[in-house]
Each structure stands twice: as structure tokens, then as C-alpha cells.
């Protein structure tokens, strides 16, 4: 397969553009890339880039770039996970698989069970590593549009913060929005066809799950339960096989 990167900037054919310090290390330190070697180049704002390298050195490493191709890999599905932070390695696992199925958008948060606490500084540091997992999982499975990753919030700050924007704005009363729950009943199989540009909400809760007053307060908010078979399911799994059997019943699956 061709090498694909994610360069922040604008990019133009028969641009030379030098590739960011960690990228050009990962080019040619462990995929060993030489001079004269196909690429693809993508900057996030959708289609991509074939090119081929053009000069390395230890100082810097630079991409001539030839031609612009218009292609979209991005599900008919706007899925929104918000996701209830876990430990560091499921958390990274929940993350990069979504961006693989799909999701537009990531909004991590902590919830009264939550086994993970970060001060601010971490949760600084975590969202700037979630970013380039993020990333790095588009240049994997060929995403040419890079999905939202929104600031660490408590699950109480993310109700207020829509309660606050219902009021002012009538989109946010069609948002189909679901919660995991191993008590509920309804299944994904029985939701009619949602259209294609309604946005979907998946609310995923920690390792213990969310307490009593958690999904009173999110069926107030306009969740409904669901569940995924008969099993419970580790946190990390839940949401990957809810996005997964959304794009089968509604999606590019």
C-alpha cells in the first residue's frame, strides 16, 4: 500500500512541502522510504494528494506533490460518540477503532463511576495524544476528513451545555440520540431508517456504567436506551459494536 500522511496546511500540485518532524521520522525510520517513493498526502479538509519524495536528510524531509484527487471515504452516517473515559490503553483502542468505523466526532467524558480522574494538565496532555491517534488512524484506513475531538467535560458540565443550547437552537430536538444500558430492552434492529443527515448520538458509559441518576438525567435529555444482545459488554467493546451495527443497518456496511 502507498504511505499515506496527514500534513496540516495547505497543499497545491507541484507544491514541495516539507513533512512535519514526526512524520518525516516515521517515513523513513520505520517505513523506510526512499527518495523517488509514491505517497499520499492529506490535509484533513477532504481528497487527497499523490506525490513522491523528493530529497531526505536528517534536517528535513520534503514531499513533491503531483496531482489532487476529489475522493471521500467518510461514512453517509454524521455518528457522534460520546464516550466515557477508561484507562489509557482501551481508551486509545475505543478511539482509533471508531475513526476506522466511521465516527464524525469524539466528546470524551467522566462520569461518577469513571475508574479514570485527570486534573487539567493531563486531560490537556490526553486530548493532544487522542488527537494523533486520531490521526494516525485516518492515515491507516484512508479517512480523508480528520472527525472532531471536543475538550474532556463531566457528564453533568455536556447535560448543561445542551440544555443550555436546546433553548436556543430548535436542531437540537432531531438528534437521535442512544445510550448503552444492559437493563434496556429496544434494540438497534427495531429504530426505523434514520435519514441521512440526521445526526446520530452514541452515549457509551465507563467501566462500572452510569449510575441511576446518570440515565434518568440522560432520558431526560432525550436518550433512549438500548442494548446489544443479551451479554454485557466491556466498555471498550460496547461502542465499536454499536457503531459497527449502525453502519450495517444504516450505514456504507
Not at 527518495?35 to 484533513?44: E, H, P, T, W, Y
Not at 462520569?111 to 491517534?133: F, I, P, Y
Amino acid at each position: 500500500m502507498t504511505a499515506r500522511f496527514y500534513y496540516p496546511g495547505a497543499m497545491l500540485p507541484g507544491q514541495i512541502i516539507t513533512l512535519p518532524t514526526n512524520t518525516g521520522h516515521h517515513a523513513t525510520r520505520v517505513l523506510r522510504l526512499k527518495q523517488g517513493d509514491k505517497v499520499i498526502l492529506f490535509n484533513g479538509e477532504g481528497g487527497e494528494f499523490s506525490g513522491s519524495i523528493h530529497h531526505l536528510d536528517k534536517s528535513a524531509n520534503t514531499v513533491i506533490l503531483s496531482q489532487f484527487h476529489a475522493i471521500e471515504r467518510e461514512s453517509p452516517l454524521s455518528i457522534s460518540l460520546m464516550q466515557a473515559v477508561c484507562s489509557n490503553e482501551k481508551m486509545d483502542w475505543i478511539i482509533q477503532k471508531s475513526v476506522e468505523l466511521g465516527v464524525s466526532c469524539i466528546q470524551p467524558v467522566t462520569a461518577n463511576r469513571s475508574v479514570v480522574r485527570l486534573s487539567e494538565e493531563r486531560a490537556n496532555k490526553r486530548l493532544l495524544h487522542w488527537q494523533q491517534v486520531i490521526i494516525a488512524a485516518c492515515e491507516q484506513c484512508g479517512r480523508n476528513r480528520i472527525p472532531k475531538l471536543y475538550p474532556l467535560l463531566t457528564l453533568s458540565d455536556w447535560f448543561n451545555q445542551q440544555f443550555e443550547s436546546k433553548l436556543n437552537s430548535i436542531e437540537n430536538q432531531f438528534i437521535y440520540k442512544l445510550m448503552l444500558s444492559p437493563t434496556a430492552n429496544k434494540r438497534l434492529s427495531k429504530f426505523p431508517l434514520p435519514s441521512m443527515d440526521t445526526p446520530l448520538l452514541l452515549l457509551v458509559g465507563p467501566e462500572g456504567g452510569f449510575t441511576t441518576e446518570e440515565e434518568k438525567a440522560a432520558h431526560t435529555m432525550g436518550f433512549v436506551s438500548i442494548c446489544l444482545g443479551q451479554r454485557t459488554l466491556r466498555t471498550e467493546t460496547a461502542a465499536l459494536a454499536a457503531i459497527a451495527t449502525m453502519q450495517t443497518l444504516w450505514g456504507d456496511y
